[in-house]
């Protein structure tokens, strides 16, 4: 069995007698001896051979190890029709060459059409005193076993949408080798994309979740690639079925909650939802649902709780829907179909086991690649800034990770970026913070919505020490002197901080909040437009030391936006190169404008300066 391939072209099978050539079967890995540079993806044939099979009878409490007649850096598919049909666990092993190609379309292969699973490793867990036949897989026992219903559910839904073959990470991929492991890595963002479809269990593979079961897969880092790379039409979540309907299941929920009939009428008094059932699977036990109307229900229902009933709505433990969290599932909607810059700002909402892992399932969201086995799994920092480099290479690239939540205290290790969340094996991702441990979520701003604009970002690159070297227009801080007992006059002594800098980091043009409203109605009626001002995003860094060339070394202290050009006429700017990064002091500093240059807010300096603008 191990040694018998199947020749596919075109998507079907015939068994050959014999097995092909060594030369046929040794991966052609990129990571080790590179393809042929003069062959194309096109012009490879496909081979396939089962690498394991084992009845379900047998699966109960096992650990299975699909990698023992496996051969490392091939894709692997688990067999619909042997699960659901004969009751025969069966993963198939495909050698496709042309996926030696680190950017090969998998679309062009002759490959079996596949569903794919996004879940968490750790989630949702039996009720008491309840028992389910399950298994784990050997490399990946700090995972949650895996319901064998669960597995069964998966591939009615495959079947249920016209697919016979399925893709499941933990046995798909060889838990227990780093080579395989590391070369599905850099193709699974393609996995993901060229799947047929994408099915979504948000509580993960032990049991289904419900409607009103709080999930953790919205806050795994790798979910939000698993997610955005198919696009929003594969996505379909799969889930317990309890009511016919989404309003039926909140009516059922406002019965338990003993929501008042105020309530309830204000909360239905709009359009009823639309029906988001896409599938029943297994009648009254399992479901899915369109991703997209999944959403929609979601945010409609959310702004109509929070205007009618905002106690509910901020209180998690008695929200009807709780499977995906509102604002968070906002900004998922957002990223998967727009994708750009706020696919930073979903990932600071992420967290994983392995702190590396939340620089690589961001990597190709963002349109780069970096080697992998470059990496420890705590080499976050390193993998970090090796993505960066990768991405400021791109022509035109602009730094808009800059924005990514600029009210946040600057990471103490890369001041640049925002404080990172904490690694966890489970659950939710959460940061720490002058307020204490919070979530993720909430230190970015209400999922991630007080979104900046990174208008007129600049460009530059990113040194392998982690500072940021850029080109920009800045001004020197400006300070009250009087304060430090230098100087004997009755007022304040305004001089500059050679230390600290406010520079120029985004334009924008933007509507004129300060203007009455019946004025800028009357600017309307006559331009068509608004009032409008042009709005400066500013930077503060302070210098910390030198690098061995000489250059001065700054990290980042806080920012500002909308900041009106015009009150800035008289700072003495000046153009020059910064280099920006490195630790920082690992908090937040406000600062205004004055007359004679920016200055530190009110509230932090005392009498420091009159702040007008």
């Not at 064998?148 to 079947?159: L, N, P, Q, S």
């Not at 996505?235 to 309530?263: K, N, Y």
Request: hydrophobic content about 40%; some cysteine.
């Amino acid at each position: 069995m191990g040694g018998m391939y199947s020749c596919l072209r075109g998507g079907h099978a015939t068994l050959e007698n014999e097995s092909p050539p060594a030369a046929e079967r040794t991966a052609s890995d990129p990571e080790t001896e590179g393809p042929d540079p003069s062959a194309t993806p096109s012009s490879h044939l496909t081979l396939s051979k089962t690498v394991y099979s084992l009845p379900l009878v047998d699966l109960a409490g096992a650990i299975i190890d699909p990698g023992i007649l496996a051969t490392p850096c091939r894709l692997r598919l688990l067999d619909v029709a042997s699960l659901l049909d004969k009751d025969v666990l069966h993963i198939v092993e495909y050698h496709i060459p042309s996926l030696d190609y680190p950017l090969a379309d998998i679309s062009q292969t002759p490959l079996p059409s596949y569903a794919a699973i996004s879940y968490p490793w750790r989630d949702l867990q039996l009720e008491a005193d309840c028992v389910v036949p399950s298994f784990s897989v050997a490399g990946a026992e700090h995972a949650d076993s895996i319901s064998i219903d669960i597995i069964r559910t998966a591939c009615v839904a495959a079947r249920a949408y016209g697919y016979e073959m399925l893709w499941l990470d933990r046995l798909c991929m060889l838990q227990n080798s780093k080579q395989d492991k590391a070369w599905q890595i850099r193709r699974m963002f393609r996995i993901y994309t060229y799947s047929s479809l994408c099915l979504i269990f948000p509580g993960g593979l032990v049991r289904l979740a419900r409607l009103d079961d709080s999930t953790s897969w919205i806050y795994r880092a790798w979910t939000l690639q698993e997610a955005v790379a198919p696009g929003m039409k594969k996505l379909r979540l799969v889930f317990q079925l309890t009511h016919p309907s989404l309003d039926a299941f909140i009516e059922h929920r406002c019965d338990v909650e003993s929501w008042s009939e105020q309530t309830r009428e204000n909360v239905f008094s709009g359009p009823r939802h639309a029906q988001f059932v896409d599938k029943v699977l297994e009648e009254g036990r399992s479901a899915t649902c369109d991703m997209k109307l999944l959403l929609q229900s979601l945010d409609t229902l959310h702004t109509r709780i929070s205007f009618h009933a905002p106690e509910i709505a901020q209180d998690h433990t008695k929200y009807p829907v709780r499977i995906l969290p509102p604002a968070e599932a906002k900004l998922l909607s957002t990223v998967v179909n727009n994708r750009g810059w706020p696919l930073w700002i979903a990932a600071y909402t992420r967290s994983s086991s392995r702190p590396v892992d939340m620089v690589f399932s961001l990597m190709d969201l963002l349109g780069v690649q970096v080697d992998v086995a470059q990496f420890g799994k705590d080499d976050r920092m390193k993998a970090t800034i090796a993505m960066i480099q990768a991405l400021m290479r791109r022509p035109s690239a602009t730094a808009t990770w800059l924005f990514i939540a600029p009210t946040m205290a600057p990471s103490r290790e890369l001041s640049t970026l925002p404080e990172m969340p904490e690694t966890s094996e489970s659950g939710r991702a959460y940061i720490q913070t002058s307020r204490g441990r919070v979530l993720a979520s909430e230190a970015m701003g209400t999922g991630g919505r007080e979104v900046w604009k990174p208008a007129g970002a600049p460009s530059g690159e990113m040194t392998n020490s982690g500072y940021f070297v850029f080109s920009a227009k800045g001004a020197l801080l400006v300070v009250d002197a009087s304060t430090q007992g230098s100087s004997t006059s009755t007022g304040p002594r305004i001089e500059n901080d050679s230390e600290t800098w406010a520079v120029v980091v985004g334009r924008s043009i933007e509507m004129d909040h300060s203007v009455d409203w019946e004025i800028q109605r009357d600017v309307m009626s006559k331009t068509g437009n608004p009032r409008t001002f042009a709005a400066l995003t500013l930077m503060l860094i302070e210098k910390h030391g030198h690098d061995e060339n000489g250059h001065e070394l700054y990290h980042r202290v806080g920012m500002e936006r909308e900041i009106d050009e015009v009150k800035t006429a008289e700072w003495s700017w000046v153009h020059r190169q910064f280099y920006v990064g490195g630790p920082g002091r690992g908090e937040r500093r406000r600062f205004g404008v004055s007359n004679p240059g920016p200055i530190y807010r009110v509230e932090e300096v005392g009498q420091g300066g009159t702040i007008i603008g």
